[in-house]
């Protein structure tokens, strides 16, 4: 046997569900588009746009199609999963995308997760809800709530609109901020509690987390006067905002965050509200392929 039909073997023995944000066009006309790869590869695939399977017998690998928010949708819907996954830029918020495979071509990704081996990547769980990339808590949580059910502009643009409707006249709010060794009791504009490094389609929120280190980024960000908010929203924006003095950071495997009424929130964008928030770490969850 020659080389090439050995090479040929391999590809021959993956079998990849193309599972597909059926609401998003875009992630439609991307999912067309890996489906050629795949025929033209001759390896073997099945597209599952508005039905998602009840079953993986014999599927070796899932490659989701959408933005973060189906990526929720997906490990929240298969907690257990633990075949290689992968994530295809097709939704309005591509932040985890991001992530793993920068600002790759759709052929140029193809190439690198068809070749990849799986790594595992931590999960966090909030409030009994897993999420990927980051819990958003306060005024984040409200602008979540606001984009939610809407028709979305592109990713960051969306995002940034929402954040000038909303910029002066959210309220802080008092709330309390605990892991195993660190204390905090104050008023805060926001909290994220981060696994990726950013989100809201491109704001650096988190810069410095790490999606394979077992740890979870917690970013505070005290009382800030109104008319001083839309000065520092720039440096969010580049990650440059670590050194700020309303700006408390902890890195841990566990956070519980409780305030006396109930406060916005999001979990990779997807809104919900909540007094208590019980946060923690599940290292190596899942595995991608990047």
Request: charged fraction near 20%; charge should be positive.
């Amino acid at each position: 046997m020659t080389l090439k039909g050995v090479f040929f073997m391999q590809l021959t023995d993956k079998n990849i569900a193309l599972v597909v944000n059926p609401i998003q066009p875009k992630a439609i006309a991307v999912a067309r588009d890996l489906a050629a790869l795949l025929t033209q590869r001759r390896i073997e695939h099945t597209v599952f746009t508005e039905t998602w399977p009840s079953t993986w017998v014999d599927i070796t690998e899932a490659w989701i199609v959408g933005g973060d928010g189906t990526l929720n949708y997906f490990i929240n819907r298969y907690p257990q999963f633990n075949l290689p996954l992968a994530i295809f830029r097709g939704g309005t918020g591509n932040d985890f995308h991001w992530l793993l495979y920068g600002d790759l071509s759709l052929e140029e990704q193809f190439q690198k997760v068809a070749a990849a081996s799986p790594q595992p990547v931590d999960a966090g769980l909030c409030n009994r809800k897993l999420f990927i990339n980051g819990v958003g808590i306060g005024f984040d949580g409200k602008v979540a709530q606001d984009l939610a059910g809407k028709a979305k502009r592109e990713g960051k643009v969306s995002y940034l609109l929402t954040i000038l409707k909303n910029i002066f006249r959210y309220k802080s709010f008092l709330c309390t901020v605990n892991t195993t060794d660190f204390h905090w009791g104050k008023k805060c504009f926001m909290i994220s509690v981060a696994n990726g490094k950013r989100y809201g389609g491109g704001f650096r929120v988190s810069p410095q987390s790490l999606v394979n280190d077992g740890l979870l980024d917690t970013n505070i960000v005290g009382r800030i006067h109104p008319l001083w908010r839309l000065r520092y929203l720039p440096l969010i924006q580049k990650g440059t905002h670590q050194n700020l003095p309303f700006i408390t950071y902890v890195k841990s495997s566990m956070v519980v965050i409780k305030a006396l009424q109930e406060i916005p929130a999001h979990a990779d964008g997807e809104a919900f509200s909540a007094t208590e928030f019980n946060i923690e770490c599940l290292p190596g969850r899942f595995l991608f392929l990047y």
